[in-house]
């Protein structure tokens, strides 16, 4: 095997791959810095479609020696893979989250990824996937490991991802596409939802956590470790003013929560199950 080859498999074996990686992988295999690596190798590799381009420092390889329809080279690159390469300090988030716990009601090829201010990124397109930032105040609460083919990915806990979801449903496909969604989240915990709530701790957020929170136990199985106790704590920290949980939409006061919700939203989750 080639050094050409060499380096073509140490790709197929990551999937996707940064810069870094390759520059550690050219020291270690070459004794060469990644400026010879990309002149020598990684444009070779380039223009046999055996690697492509992501964005500035990410490639995917390619397997053009594909023996069955989940080798097939037309697929695209995993783009929760890409989407966990982009920065070091992240987690995936919202959607994405959904997706990676298993509830989305739908897949899109959209992929959010939460980092802090000094690591935004612009969004950017390969194919029809499309990446996106979203800037968080705090990357490590609530935020687990999962493995994806064969990689240690971070993503948002089932409780932050309940939170985040309400408070911004705008950037998980919508209200509708919220509910849907987390009507089947498993592992959603009191101690997770407070951890959450209070990277946040802004009244209507704890307003709709509560709103939401009654109403997936009435519908949910999954909920059933959430007591109306710990409902009772959310709404004692929630203050006198209404406030809307979207605004510019036909809505109605739910008296409980103080909060102007959407006309026909409690009856959104009929005929899911």
Request: glycine share 8%; proline share 3%.
């Amino acid at each position: 095997m080639n050094k050409t080859e060499r380096l073509y498999a140490f790709t197929l074996g990551r999937q996707v791959v940064t810069s870094k990686e390759l520059a550690l992988w050219s020291r270690e295999n070459l004794s060469k810095d990644y400026k010879y690596l990309y002149s020598k190798y990684i444009t070779r590799l380039l223009a046999q479609g055996k690697l492509v381009r992501i964005c500035r420092g990410i490639y995917a390889a390619v397997n053009v020696y594909a023996s069955g329809f989940l080798d097939n080279p037309s697929i695209l690159p995993n783009s929760y893979l890409i989407g966990s390469k982009l920065r070091d300090e992240y987690y995936l988030a919202y959607h994405t989250a959904l997706e990676l716990h298993g509830c989305a009601y739908s897949v899109t090829n959209d992929t959010y990824v939460a980092v802090p201010d000094r690591g935004k990124f612009r969004p950017f397109s390969h194919g029809p996937l499309r990446f996106f930032c979203v800037v968080s105040r705090d990357t490590s609460t609530e935020v687990m490991v999962r493995r994806i083919a064969g990689h240690d990915v971070r993503v948002s806990s089932p409780s932050r991802t309940f939170v985040e979801c309400v408070r911004r449903p705008d950037i998980c496909g919508g209200l509708e596409e919220v509910l849907k969604s987390l009507d089947g989240l498993r592992g959603v915990t009191q101690e997770g939802l407070d951890a959450s709530m209070a990277v946040y701790g802004y009244d209507i957020l704890y307003r709709s956590v509560g709103f939401f929170l009654e109403l997936m136990r009435r519908e949910s199985p999954f909920y059933d470790a959430i007591t109306s106790e710990y409902i009772e704590t959310i709404r004692s920290r929630t203050g006198a003013t209404h406030r809307y949980l979207l605004e510019g939409v036909g809505s109605e006061l739910d008296e409980r929560w103080g909060l102007y919700v959407p006309r026909g939203l409690q009856d959104v989750l009929v005929g899911v199950k």
